[in-house]
Structures are given as C-alpha cells and as structure tokens.
C-alpha cells in the first residue's frame, strides 16, 4: 500500500516522546496496518527482556523485527536474494522469517532465524524513523488473547505501557501473513494472514501473481 510516511505536529510529539522512553529501555505500544504492536529498542537487554515479559512469551521464541525499509532488513539476513523477491510486497501485512546473517544480534534471532517485518502505517514508520529504522515488536495482546485492533483495545489490556495515537488510520485487524524461506528457497507457512500465500509463492519463483 506504501502508506505516506506524513504524521501531525501533534502525533509527531508522541513519536518523539516515545522514541526516548524506548532508547531508556522502555516499551511502547503502537499501531500498524494489521493489529495493535509493542515495540522496544533492539539495543536495550532491559527493553528486550520487558517485552517478552509483557508478551508472557516463550522467551526462546523470536520476536519480530519491524525495518524502516529493505535497506534496514537485508544485512539482517544470509539472503538477502529473498528480501529483493518479495520487495514489492513491503511495505505490508508480511512477515519474513529467514536466516539470520552473523551481524543480525543473536537476540533477535533465536536459532539462528530472524523475523522480518516492514509496517505500512504512518505512525509506525515514523517511530522505526526515529529509532534508527528497527525495532523488535510483537503484537500488543498477550499471550493467547485476542489481538487489539483499536486504541481502546489497546488500552484495555492495561499493559502499563505508554500508548500512541493512530493518528486517524485504523488497524484492518488481521495479523500478517507469515513465512519461513530456507535457505535453498523451501517455503513454509507458519501462520495464513493478511497477504495471500499464493503472491508470496509466486514472486519467489519469479512470476507475477
């Protein structure tokens, strides 16, 4: 969709508000196009390991990493040939889950995958804006609950956390499609979303959907 990076005066105080308390180690929730998200800054153990307490997690099970763009997620992974096929799909409900490469930080990539993710929301993009263009996140619900698809929803798992405005985009409230591609290109569905399967088959074999 390549929503506008634009944001308001207003809503552009909060993002910087917010990028602040997650450099502090902080964690934050905020919207994206799918559902509701938590971020925390990938170069903060405390924020990292909140976020996962948050979550009420399997701290052995990879967070997500949300990139500004395809530049922030290539060095992130041993194929970067596989970033470049999908592209065209990012910004968007998908979630690429590829080899890590040896500079991604191995907290981030448990096992040695890595979960990538570039949102397509003003607000969204502004914060990875702010805090250098990655951020590991998850969805903002807890563990076995229902994904928050509104501010309100948000506001109503009292988290603690500070929460950002949408600024006027609201989440559709489907999760994103997510896969697993190997290394030799072997492609596996980890959960059905948002993007049809089919557009993410198609590209990776060189064919327009």
């Known amino acids: 969709m390549n929503t506008p990076l634009f944001v308001s005066h207003e809503v552009a105080s909060q993002v910087a508000r917010a990028a602040a308390l997650l450099v502090r180690g902080g964690v934050v929730g905020y919207p994206s196009e799918t559902v509701w998200g938590l971020a925390a800054h990938p170069a ?22 949300s990139c500004l763009d395809v530049a922030h997620a290539r060095p992130l992974t041993r194929t970067p040939e596989v ?48 805090c250098g263009g990655l951020l590991a996140t998850t ?7 229902p994904a928050a698809r509104t501010f309100a929803e948000a506001e109503g798992y009292d988290l603690g956390v500070f929460l950002l ?45």
């Not at 969805?139 to 609950?145: D, E, F």
């Not at 997510?178 to 088959?201: H, I, Q, W, Y």
């Open 44 to 65: 903060s153990p405390a924020g990292l390991a909140a976020l996962v307490t948050l979550k009420g997690r399997d701290p052995t099970k990879p967070v997500q990493v």
């Open 83 to 130: 970033v470049d096929a999908l592209a065209e799909l990012w910004p968007g409900p998908l979630t690429l889950v590829l080899p890590a490469s040896d500079t991604c930080p191995s907290p981030l990539a448990p096992g040695g995958w890595v979960g990538l993710r570039l949102p397509d929301h003003p607000v969204a993009s502004a914060l990875l804006a702010a």
């Open 139 to 145: 969805s903002l619900n807890p563990a076995g609950r």
């Open 165 to 209: 405005p949408d600024g006027g985009v609201p989440a559709r409230g489907e999760a994103s499609t997510v896969v697993r591609v190997g290394a030799g290109g072997e492609l596996e569905v980890l959960r059905e979303g948002a993007l049809p399967v089919d557009e993410v088959r198609a590209r990776l074999e060189g064919r327009r959907p």
